[in-house]
């Protein structure tokens, strides 16, 4: 090749690269910034770390709410792959996306842009029939890897139901930056109220507001830890025009109105005719009480088909039942649905009851420092009982009397009980000017009750054959409800197997039979079972085994040497009796020293009685509902611990 070739080809060469890089995909400047960052180092565990997370809405003159989200994440392990999702929420009847861009930048520098032809749209709850909030995604998880950082930005139009919104600073993951920003049109104003730590304030300049946090830490995911939500700082924000502005029903200054507001859209929907009437008398026919007539009635409204179609939610369809008329005709409905159609039942038979917005999910989620439609995602029901009536659900309410608690769409929790995940949770019930804020009630832990009795066989080489049975109450009944009906029976004989095995090597059920109580108040379960080598023979002269045969369903590991969170303890109680019988030949050497361990928040204890060739093992667990400061984390590891170790310790027999 001559010279003058050789530089043709250089030309050229240079002239593609030119071509090549005008090709090339860019980042926007919010996104370079972002990966100009350096972030510390993290615990290996952590996935990734997120270098922007920022949202900026504008309520336009028209009252469009346009908000623009940034986010961008760097992927710190193989796992953290799955973070590079972007995602857009929108209600179909009354907003939209506008925009929807992704980008990953790999190590070298290099960018890939995603555009529209890389959406994906989907409905948002594929549980439900018809659902009017949907998202629009692009997945890029299978692009990236370890280094790479993947971001996105979406801009959507929406119309305000509420003028509330709520902005979270992190999730799980560490983040370097956090922005949420409010710009209003003149004269409007914003406050805000923050949630899990110091007041985060806003800086002002010209109707546009602005709050940000920097370099937060990764939440650990430590054992009976609070939700994310009630660990990382959040702040929730009110703005209106002021006093000359139409805001009605927009704009809350108490739960009282927020209690008017649903109220108006509850009550005309409850409407009692003659098929509403004749169902409840059909129902009630053979109830003698009060309390009878309710469980009735709950257990119907229980039994119809939960379905979810939500039409016109950004009109406030969302909040509003169908009527009960409807509901009784078509056979379906959802959560406030349900107890409509209670509310109309009752009814019809003088019975007053009262319609409750809830959180599902997270007792200690709602706030009672503001007050917002926002913070409910459920519904159940307060029914009025005269004092004849007693139940553990029951609670005094100033203005409107004695009110009986029930979630008409849980399956699994009859009239009388109430969801762990509800108890002690703040809600709404919507009663008008005689509404408000209310504290859930929080069933004692013997009402949440297992007890367990069993009688088992010991020969002389270790083989036990026995029976358990066990019987069980209150939110300890509805999990093994749930769990039998969620898996039907041949599956749960396998996993009651497999949990017997947990705690005996091997072992087998012959026979296995359960019993929901009346009203499914109880849920019993009796099992046959043998195992063989349970027991360890020791040089044909000592056998050594185990009490404890079963381990506890939910058992609670707290190992780690420190702890930043609190700890969340579930009340229940479990009382368990073992009876042995010895082989003969042999008596007992030595049994472990009976445990008593007493705390503010729980209490076990064992015993171990002796005679003939009977022994008998007994133990007891007592926990209350509470949270523990994470100042308090020895104490609770310390008593866990103990219990494992006494559930461990064996007996010792020896021959004569």
């Known amino acids: 090749m001559n010279m003058l070739t050789k530089a043709v080809v250089a030309i050229f060469i240079t002239f593609c690269t030119s071509l090549s890089l005008m090709a090339a995909d860019e980042a926007p400047s919010w996104l370079r910034q972002a990966a100009s960052q350096t972030s510390p180092s993290y615990e290996k565990d952590v996935a990734g770390v997120v270098l922007r997370n920022e949202e900026q809405v504008k309520l336009g003159g028209d009252g469009k709410l346009i908000t623009t989200d940034n986010w961008a994440v760097r992927i710190l392990t193989r796992d953290g792959r799955r973070l590079a999702v972007a995602h857009a929420y929108y209600l179909v009847s009354s907003g939209k ?48 890897d370890v280094g790479y950082i993947f971001g996105y930005s979406v801009v959507s139009e929406d119309t305000p139901l509420f003028f509330q919104d709520q902005w979270t600073f992190q999730d799980n993951l560490p983040t370097l930056v956090s922005r949420y920003s409010l710009s209003l049109p003149s004269g409007w104003q914003a406050s805000s109220i923050t949630f899990n730590g110091p007041e985060i304030k806003p800086q002002l300049n010209e109707g546009s507001y602005v709050w940000e946090l920097h370099d937060l830490p990764a939440i650990r995911n430590e054992p009976l830890r609070p939700s994310v939500a009630n660990l990382v700082p959040r702040i929730v924000i009110n703005y209106s025009p002021g006093a000359n502005g139409n805001t009605a029903n927009r704009v809350f200054t108490s739960w009282a109105d927020v209690s008017r507001w649903a109220t108006a859209l509850y009550d005309p929907q409850v409407v009692v005719d003659d098929n509403i009437a004749a169902k409840a008398r059909e129902l009630t026919a053979d109830a003698s009480s009060e309390l009878d007539k309710i469980r009735a009635i709950g257990k119907y409204v229980q039994n119809i088909q939960y379905i979810s179609i939500d039409i016109g939610v950004g009109y406030g369809n969302g909040y509003k039942p169908r009527p009960s008329t409807t509901v009784l005709g078509r056979g ?132 036990i054959r026995g029976t358990i049975r066990e019987r069980s109450t209150g939110q300890a009944s509805a999990a093994f409800r749930r769990e039998f009906r969620s898996v039907g029976a041949p599956d749960f004989r396998k996993m009651i197997e497999g949990w017997l095995t947990s705690g005996a090597t091997g072992a087998k059920v012959d026979e296995l039979q359960t019993k929901d109580g009346e009203n499914s108040l109880t849920f019993d379960l009796d099992l046959s079972f043998s195992a063989l080598r349970y027991g360890q023979l020791m040089q044909n002269r000592l056998l050594v085994f185990k009490p404890v045969i079963v381990g506890r369903r939910h058992g609670v590991s707290l190992t780690e040497a420190t702890r930043t969170s609190p700890i969340e303890i579930d009340g229940r109680s479990i009382k368990e009796t073992a009876f042995f019988t010895l082989p003969d030949g042999f008596t007992v050497d030595e049994v472990p020293d009976a445990a008593n361990l007493q705390t503010t928040f729980g209490s076990y204890t064992t015993k171990y009685e002796v005679n003939g060739n009977k022994l008998k093992f007994t133990r007891a667990l007592k926990l209350t509902r509470m949270t523990l400061p994470a100042d308090k984390y020895s104490m609770a590891k310390d008593f866990f611990a103990k219990i494992r170790e006494a559930e461990q310790a064996p007996v010792v027999l020896v021959r004569k």
């Open 97 to 144: 996306v506008q925009d929807i861009s992704a980008w990953m930048i790999r190590p070298d520098g290099t960018v890939k842009h995603y555009d529209k032809k890389s959406v994906v749209d989907l409905i948002a709850d594929p549980d439900d029939v018809y659902d009017e909030g949907r998202l629009k995604i692009i997945n890029a998880s299978d692009d990236v």
């Open 332 to 463: 379906y409905g959802d959560c406030k649905d349900k107890a409509n159609l209670m509310r109309a039942l009752l009814k019809a038979l003088k019975i007053e009851a009262y319609p409750i917005a809830i959180y599902s999910g997270d007792p200690t989620f709602v706030r009672e420092q503001w007050a917002s439609p926002r913070q409910f995602n459920h519904c159940i029901i307060a029914v009025r009982v005269g004092d004849n009536t007693s139940s553990p659900t029951i609670i005094q309410n100033e203005k409107l009397g004695r009110l009986l608690i029930f979630d008409a769409t849980d399956p699994y929790t009859p009239v009388g009980d109430l969801p762990d995940y509800l108890q002690g949770s703040y809600a709404l019930i919507i009663a008008g000017d005689n509404g408000g804020l209310i504290k859930m009630p929080v069933t004692p832990p013997d009402t949440d009750l297992l007890e367990r009795n069993i009688d088992v066989n010991l020969n002389d080489v270790g083989e």
